[in-house]
T-cell receptor
Framework: QKEVEQDPGPLSVPEGAIVSLNCTYSNSAFQYFMWYRQYSRKGPELLMYTYSSGNKEDGRFTAQVDKSSKYISLFIRDSQPSDSATYLC????????FGQGTELSVKP | GAVVSQHPSRVICKSGTSVKIECRSL??????MFWYRQFPKQSLMLMATSNEGSKATYEQGVEKDKFLINHASLTLSTLTVTSAHPEDSSFYIC????????????FGEGSRLTVL
């Protein structure tokens, strides 16, 4: 079993849609949970991070963590074509472990 | 915000040669830096953890003698791919942790290595 599982997609949505990206993890010892955005041929960019169960909101982005079910989510409201990228979840216990990444395409 | 700079962004080399990639933290001192490798449409795989002033810690399956890591200062870590082969062609990304921002990891822009 992989330590972090993420549906690789690809996911295609129309502009303005709400996007839901999800990951599950296996080790309850993980303490920090992150979402990164990666544009093609670029390094990942940190979008959000949290260390507790619950929701964290930043503009159109909401990160959600449910430690009891080992489930993390990223919601994007009013999605824009510029949101088209690969989104990677990551968990951190000692080292950072990434999910496979979900490729998102927002069509105008 | 914190910035991590990586150089070169692209490099093409002949099989058998060595290539050095630099990773610099510009706004903070990084006692620990990380090196990742990413194949097309795949996730980042941690190769090694680079510790300033001491030997790097390599992940299982990563050849220490092939991927030499040096972390000589608090702002610079280098990855040298020795005797490169075409299968070493990949996207190499470094990252650094800002001690003032626990839990956050900042990434460089990545270096695309092509071995002919």
């Amino acid at each position: 079993q992989k330590e972090v599982e993420q549906d690789p997609g690809p996911l295609s949505v129309p502009e303005g849609a709400i996007v839901s990206l999800n990951c599950t993890y296996s080790n309850s010892a993980f303490q920090y949970f992150m979402w990164y955005r990666q544009y093609s041929r670029k390094g990942p960019e940190l979008l959000m991070y949290t260390y507790s169960s619950g929701n964290k909101e930043d503009g159109r982005f909401t990160a959600q963590v449910d430690k009891s079910s080992k489930y993390i989510s990223l919601f994007i409201r009013d999605s824009q074509p510029s949101d088209s990228a690969t989104y990677l979840c990551a968990v951190q216990g000692g080292k950072l472990i990434f999910g496979q990444g979900t490729e998102l395409s927002v069509k105008p | 915000g914190a910035v991590v700079s990586q150089h070169p962004s692209r490099v093409i080399c002949k099989s058998g040669t060595s290539v050095k990639i630099e990773c610099r933290s510009l706004d903070f001192q990084a006692t620990t830096m990380f090196w990742y490798r990413q194949f097309p449409k795949q996730s980042l795989m941690l190769m090694a953890t680079s510790n300033e002033g001491s030997k790097a810690t390599y992940e299982q399956g990563v050849e220490k003698d092939k991927f030499l890591i040096n972390h000589a200062s608090l702002t610079l870590s280098t990855l040298t791919v020795t005797s490169a082969h075409p299968e070493d062609s990949s996207f190499y990304i470094c990252s650094a942790r800002d001690p003032g921002k626990p839990g956050e990891l900042f990434f460089g822009e990545g270096s695309r290595l092509t071995v002919l």
